[in-house]
């Protein structure tokens, strides 16, 4: 579980914590069910009996805006980079 925690745990978790702090700055009161103590994972967000958490964090946003950048710099940005060092790309 320790290779995969940072993306199926934390980030995600993370996330929502982010987002429930965007709604109850902006004045919106969270939806009917949701418990912001309960820990937000990948499997939870497609979890059917969770749509209250589906309100607030959509399963795409997560993937776009948290995941993909992550994924993104971690193994195409810094091997491209390391590629152009003469020796060792």
């Known amino acids: 579980f320790l290779p995969i925690w940072k993306w199926f745990y934390y980030a995600p978790n993370t996330y929502k914590e982010l987002k429930i702090s965007e709604w109850t ?22 979890d059917p009996k969770r749509s209250e958490l589906r309100k607030i964090i959509k399963p795409q946003d997560v ?20 590629c152009t ?3 060792i790309g």
């Open 25 to 46: 700055t902006a004045g919106k009161p969270l939806p009917e069910g949701l418990n912001p103590e309960e820990a937000a994972t990948i499997v939870s967000l497609f």
């Open 63 to 82: 993937f776009l805006n948290v995941l993909g950048p992550m994924f993104f710099g971690r193994y195409v940005v810094i091997p491209a980079l390391l």
């Open 85 to 87: 060092i003469p020796g």
